[in-house]
Structures are given as C-alpha cells and as structure tokens.
C-alpha cells in the first residue's frame, strides 16, 4: 500500500530543526512533494545555504521515511532560502536580506581576516555575498583580497561594487590614492558611511558584512543608526585586554538596538606543525569566557596559524590558500554558526510559521 501524503508529512514532524527547535513541516521547509507509489520525493528548503547541519536535517529524513511502510525510496533536495526581511521606505539596502556588523573593541585582533574568510565561506555555502569596508581611516579589504589596484565604476549613478572570490565588496580604498590619508571629524565620517551604503548597487544580497573600524567612535554608532542591521558579531582574541574592551564594544552596540549575534576568538590555540600538540600561547580571557560574560552565543574559535596572515599580506583569504588547514575547517564552522543564528533570530522575529503548500505530481 502506498503511503499518503498525510502518513508523509506526519512522519516527517519527527524531524527537528536543532537550532529553531521545531520540526521541518510546521518551519514550511517541506517543499514540493511529489508521491511515485513507493518513491517519494520533495525539497527541504532551508533558512541558509550555510546551514551547519543540512546533512544531519536530510539523513533523519531519509531514515524517517523509510521507516514507513511502503516507501522504498526516498529523495531529498537540499535547498535554501533566506528570509526575507521587512523593509521601511527609508530603508537604504532594501534588497540586502541581512546586515551583519563585525566588530571589535581593539585593533590587532584580525577583525578584518575574520571579514574576508567568513564572507569567502558563505558564498562558497552557496549564499549572496556583500563585503563593506567601513573602516573608513585604515581601510584594508582592498589589500587583503588582492584587487587594491581596481577601481570601480558608476552605472545609473551609482558605484559599482568590485567582485572577486564570488563577493561584491566597496571600500573607500577603492576610490582613494597610494598613500592618501583620511583627515576626517565626526560629521564626514557619517556621511562616507551612508554614502557607501546608499550610493553603491549592492543588488540582492543574503548577507552583507560590515568590517568596522575597531573601538566605539563614529563609524560604528553611525552604522547602528543608518544601516538595518541583523546584528553585529564581536571579533576578540585571548587576552584580557582584547575581550574587556570588545565587551564594551557589545555594549555600545546594545544601548544601540542591535543584537550581538555572537563572539568568535581569533587567535586561539596553537596547533604544532611538526606533532599536532595543541597549546595556547595567548593567555587570558577567552573567547567562550566572553561569550558567557556578555550572554551571547558563542560561534567558535580561529586557531593560531601564520599562514592566516601570510595569505592577507599576499592579498587571498587564508580560506582559500590553505583549505586543507585547520584554520579553513574553523571559519567554515563559524561561518555556518552564525548563519544559523542569524536564522533563529530572523524566524523568532516571525509570526509562528504555517504549513508549506505542496506540490504532489501523483501518488
């Protein structure tokens, strides 16, 4: 006897999402199904292309469907689709999903290395990717993706974004010369931060990253107010110093309405080439001790590897030169934790989800 679409869907309940804590069905990830006698087949539609457990979510799946009499077959085709985001009129990236500010409270903990590789592991997750340099007095995206010599065009008045490694980026090293200082006070700084946002095609996008300037001066609180942002993650590394000045760097951005999406520790531990020991050679206050301190997530550890700022300083992403190195599995992680936080909190902002319609050929 074949199975119906109601004995499918009920199975499929079963199956829960382990970071929104509810089953797929009622989440509407079950998309087009489509019953063949004993082969079924249907789309599961995820909240991220980076969802770090799309592969567990499509085994239970698999393993809750053939459990049930007269199913044979079964297949699932991952898909994604991120959510959608309710827009103002005034909203200055109304086609850009999520805005996400990466932030620390000091310089020299590799914020803008942590940028570069997370950005680069989302697009490869299959995710629309946008990189904004807003540090408007040190900018260095440029330099660390190797397109300092680009120079971007206009097109219906508006700046077209330089893309490479499967990211659109802007960066004010883009339009200024060799060796050209920004000698700029509160107002102006303001004022480039909007216009990098307003003035350039960013086009749809899932996920735009803002690298900020470290500490809490202009550029930030001026990102806060102007730009939509999902949340802002809090870039530290083992040292007390780092995290006690990167947990008021969290606490600007609270007074300011923007969630802390998470903490992730640069710099940590030391894996020896040679004999794989693993060691610490940053003593002090960690990245999950923040995490705890601030009662934020906390979305993992990037190891200690000269080869992360030996690629910057050649001008590609550590990911990319090394991905067989630990360092390219820790952004990969990262990268997938803070894309399912941003979905917990994109889906907690919804109304409880309905059922999704589906699609059956024949059964």
Known sequence: MNPTEAQILDALRVVQDPDLHRDIVTLGFVKNL?????????????????????????SQCEEALLALPGVETV????TAQVRERKTQPEDLLPKVRNVIAIASGKGGVG???VSINLAVALAQSGAKVGLLDADVYGPSIPLMMGCEELRPFTRDQKIVPIEKHGITMMSLGFLLEEGQAVLWRGPMVASTVRQLLADVDWGELDYLLVDLPPGTGDAPMS???????????IVTTPHSVAANIAGKSAALFRRLNAPILGVVENMGTYVCPECGTESRLLQGLNGEQLAQMLKTPYLGSIPLDPVVSQSSEKGEPSLLAYPDRPQANA????????AAQVSILQVSREEPAEEAAFVKVSS
């Open 34 to 58: 489509d019953i063949q006698g004993p082969e079924v087949r249907f789309d599961l539609e995820l909240t991220t292309p980076a969802c770090p457990v799309k592969d567990l979510l499509k």
């Open 75 to 78: 297949h699932v085709n991952l």
């Open 111 to 113: 914020k803008s290395t």
């Open 223 to 233: 990102l806060a107010q102007l730009a939509p942002l999902t949340g802002v993650v």
């Open 331 to 338: 952004f990969t992680e990262v990268a997938g934790a803070l």
